[in-house]
């Protein structure tokens, strides 16, 4: 299912692909419902092919959002209730307790628990 999904460099939010044109994809934006071209310039990240950096291999997205519903028991995250980089950083070591701590950046980790 994550195969479908992509972000978009420089557009906010997440998109699902519908259909693929000459030179470009169509997607449709997951909150907006709206519907725009993806151009060949445009960098397009299937969060399928994402992996986070631990200290012994790669972990797949798929994995550590697993385990982020695990942890909130499906609710989502509310990032500014953790608090500051720091607390991120510790919320997250929660969910993956190995993870590369010099690679892993602070405004990965809010991105991925935002996608959550």
Not at 39 to 59: F, N, R, W
Request: charged share 30%; hydrophobic share 35%; no cysteine.
């Amino acid at each position: 299912m994550l195969k479908t999904v992509l972000s978009i460099s420089g557009r906010p939010g997440l998109y699902r692909l519908v259909n693929r044109g000459k030179n470009m994809l169509i997607v449709e934006s997951i909150s907006t419902k709206k519907r725009t071209p993806a151009y060949a310039h445009d960098k397009v990240i299937s969060l399928g092919d994402i992996s986070i950096y631990t200290e012994t291999d790669d972990v797949p997205l798929t994995d550590v959002l697993e385990a982020v519903k695990e942890k909130n028991g499906g609710q989502p995250v509310d990032i500014k209730a953790i608090g500051d980089d720091a607390a991120v950083r510790e919320y997250f070591a929660e969910i993956l307790p190995d993870f590369d701590r010099e690679r892993v950046y602070t405004s990965d980790i809010k991105k991925l628990l935002t996608w959550y």
